[in-house]
């Protein structure tokens, strides 16, 4: 095959969303290099055709990659594009290839359910979910036994998997034909399909109806890079490995790297039944780790260090840590509302559960079921659905800034004018000088429990999970005391009070950290 100087061959595997990601390769190829012309190749892989059994009942490994991999080495391609997740670590590390992580997307898992999951939960019927992935398959279940809703007090009975293979849209069509109540896929496939012109009307129509829960990245811990995207090219190829290196996301890889290692510490492949995530944000960062090691003990755990400077500053303190007393600081005085209070965007975030303990309580469960809800966390996730709200996801403890890419992506497709904060009235004030909608249901009135006072007297060191927390003690602080929050809004607004501030990534990563150092602080 001859082709112009100019012109380079990517090869991929042959379904919808592999196109769709070397189509995402090709635009940023012909961006950084406007003269060259791409040949694209599509290959049914070994992976493709062997679709009668799970992967991890067949012998091998790097079923999708290996007709690929002929392509270069034979010359019939110059580059190739694939999901990192697809390859295993020895592929991955092989230097015959040369490889760039290029692009990724949000890699939780997402569950989509028929409309009719609901009446299998209210008549005590299990539910069927199509899954083949055992890392899937091991923390799925137990977690949806928690977040799905109960439906006139019954709750879900039974969850058993079953085996789906194939491409996206064929397993959607199953789905649809009834052979599954839901199905485990990637949030990151549907949002590229999604947007791609050429497979957006038809994913579209498959998604049309269903209903979606985007699971928790920390207790539902996604495969190590999921939702990577990585270019390479024969090693020997220099005009193809100087495309490689253009393309090449040098903070991405960095971050992906992180979580590919715990495939060589934990035994990945096809049997692997753990999956971890990096998650990095406003400077700080965490990786967290859930499942089973090849072994069969279990890995689940948050990997969060302080700086050195932070460990020494704290070291020898007495820690006084609000969430011992989240119900001791304020009486929390309810806003009346009329019985028939209507909200007219289509989605709320909810803040926290106590936006709906109330003694309007039966109001705000009723109007919640009539919307799209999204939470801060997996603890009021619960308590939604204690109380038969569907929820579609939450901002895993980080604040819902967290999720500013996350609501407007095509499979959620949220803007945030389409979406109401529910919170208490001093934060609802806040979040509405930002521009956001938001509306108080409660207020918040210092009232320090005498328990409170004294065990703010007997600490130099102080964690606060709330603004409110810290302006209704401060008085009380001794001079020279150490302020530790998340980060994230209330650590913004500590800073304009002038405080100086050791932060955490959230507050469940806190209470890990404090529990290791139980013996000093």
């Given at each position: 095959?001859?082709t112009?100087?100019d012109?380079l061959?990517?090869v991929?595997?042959?379904?919808?969303?592999a196109r769709v990601?070397?189509?995402?390769?090709a635009?940023?190829i012909?961006q950084?290099?406007?003269?060259?012309?791409?040949?694209?190749?599509?290959?049914?892989?070994?992976?493709?055709?062997?679709?009668?059994?799970?992967?991890?009942?067949l012998?091998?490994?790097?079923?999708?990659?290996?007709?690929?991999?002929?392509q270069?080495?034979?010359?019939?391609?110059?580059?190739?594009?694939?999901?990192?997740k697809?390859l295993?670590?020895?592929r991955a590390?092989?230097?015959?290839?040369?490889?760039?992580?290029?692009?990724r997307?949000?890699?939780?898992?997402v569950?989509?359910?028929?409309?009719?999951v609901?009446?299998?939960?209210?008549?005590?019927?299990?539910?069927?979910?199509?899954?083949?992935?055992l890392?899937r398959?091991?923390l799925?279940?137990?977690l949806?036994?928690?977040?799905?809703p109960?439906?006139?007090?019954r709750?879900?009975?039974?969850?058993?998997?079953e085996?789906?293979?194939?491409?996206?849209?064929?397993?959607?069509?199953?789905l649809?034909?009834g052979e599954?109540?839901?199905?485990?896929?990637a949030a990151a496939?549907?949002?590229?399909?999604?947007r791609?012109?050429?497979?957006h009307?038809?994913?579209s129509s498959l998604?049309?109806g269903l209903?979606?829960?985007?699971?928790?990245?920390v207790?539902?811990t996604?495969?190590?890079a999921?939702?990577?995207l990585?270019?390479?090219?024969?090693?020997?190829?220099?005009?193809?490995?100087?495309?490689?290196?253009?393309?090449r996301?040098?903070?991405?890889?960095?971050?992906?790297?992180?979580?590919?290692?715990l495939?060589?510490?934990?035994?990945?492949?096809?049997?692997?039944?753990?999956?971890?995530?990096?998650?990095?944000?406003?400077?700080v960062?965490?990786?967290a780790?859930?499942?089973?090691?090849?072994?069969?003990?279990?890995?689940?755990?948050?990997?969060?260090s302080?700086?050195e400077?932070?460990?020494?500053?704290?070291?020898?303190?007495?820690?006084?840590?609000?969430?011992?007393?989240?119900?001791?600081?304020f009486?929390?005085?309810?806003?009346?509302?009329?019985?028939?209070?209507?909200?007219?965007?289509?989605?709320?975030?909810?803040?926290?559960?106590?936006v709906?303990?109330?003694?309007?309580?039966?109001?705000?469960p009723?109007?919640?079921?009539q919307?799209?809800?999204?939470?801060?966390g997996?603890?009021?996730?619960?308590?939604l659905?204690?109380?038969?709200?569907?929820?579609?996801?939450?901002?895993?403890?980080?604040?819902?800034?967290?999720?500013?890419?996350?609501?407007p992506?095509p499979?959620?497709?949220?803007?945030?004018?389409?979406?109401?904060?529910?919170?208490?009235t001093?934060s609802a004030?806040?979040?509405?000088a930002?521009?956001?909608k938001?509306?108080g249901?409660?207020?918040?009135r210092?009232?320090?429990?005498?328990?409170?006072?004294?065990?703010?007297?007997?600490?130099?060191?102080?964690?606060?999970?709330?603004?409110?927390?810290?302006?209704?003690?401060?008085?009380?602080?001794?001079e020279g005391?150490?302020h530790?929050?998340?980060?994230?809004?209330?650590?913004?607004?500590?800073?304009?009070?002038?405080?100086e501030?050791?932060?955490?990534p959230t507050?469940k990563?806190?209470?890990?950290?404090?529990?290791?150092?139980h013996?000093?602080?």
């Open positions: 095959m001859s112009a100087p012109t061959r990517l991929s595997r042959a379904s919808e969303l990601q070397v189509d995402i390769a635009q940023q012909q950084a290099f406007p003269t060259i012309n791409i040949e694209t190749i599509a290959l049914a892989s070994a992976g493709d055709h062997q679709l009668s059994a799970p992967l991890y009942e012998e091998g490994r790097d079923f999708f990659t290996k007709g690929i991999d002929e270069l080495l034979d010359g019939h391609a110059d580059l190739a594009v694939h999901s990192l697809d295993s670590v020895e590390e092989d230097l015959r290839f040369y490889a760039a992580i290029f692009q997307d949000d890699p939780r898992d569950v989509l359910f028929l409309p009719s609901l009446d299998n939960i209210k008549h005590g019927k299990p539910i069927t979910l199509g899954t083949s992935s890392r398959q091991e799925v279940p137990p949806l036994r928690q977040l799905l109960i439906v006139e007090g709750e879900v009975t039974e969850i058993h998997c085996s789906i293979r194939g491409n996206v849209d064929t397993r959607l069509n199953k649809r034909a599954f109540d839901g199905i485990v896929l496939g549907l949002n590229r399909l999604l791609a012109p050429q497979t009307t038809e994913t998604l049309a209903k979606i829960m985007l699971l928790p990245l207790e539902c996604p495969a190590p999921q939702g990577a990585v270019i390479e090219a024969l090693a020997t190829n220099s005009r193809a490995c100087e495309v490689v290196e253009r393309l996301n040098a903070a991405l890889e960095k971050n992906v790297a992180r979580e590919r290692a495939l060589r510490e934990f035994g990945g492949g096809c049997h692997q039944r753990f999956g971890g995530v990096y998650l990095s944000h406003r400077g960062s965490v990786l780790v859930a499942g089973l090691h090849k072994d069969g003990s279990d890995v689940t755990e948050l990997r969060f302080l700086d400077s932070s460990d020494k500053v704290l070291s020898g303190r007495r820690l006084f840590s609000a969430s011992d007393f989240m119900k001791d600081f009486v929390r005085e309810p806003v009346s509302f009329p019985h028939q209070l209507a909200i007219t965007e289509q989605a709320v975030f909810v803040s926290n559960h106590r709906v303990q109330h003694p309007q309580e039966e109001l705000w009723e109007l919640l079921r919307k799209r809800v999204w939470t801060a997996t603890r009021s996730w619960i308590e659905a204690r109380r038969g709200v569907w929820v579609e996801g939450s901002s895993d403890g980080f604040g819902l800034e967290f999720l500013d890419a996350v609501l992506s499979l959620v497709g949220l803007g945030k004018q389409e979406t109401l904060i529910l919170t208490n001093a004030e806040r979040w509405k930002d521009g956001r938001a509306l249901t409660y207020t918040l210092p009232n320090l429990s005498e328990g409170v006072r004294t065990a703010l007297q007997s600490a130099d060191a102080f964690f606060w999970t709330g603004f409110e927390q810290y302006d209704a003690c401060r008085e009380f602080l001794p005391s150490i530790i929050c998340p980060a994230g809004k209330t650590a913004d607004l500590l800073r304009a009070e002038g405080v501030l050791i932060l955490f507050i990563t806190f209470l890990t950290w404090r529990t290791q150092h013996d000093t602080l």
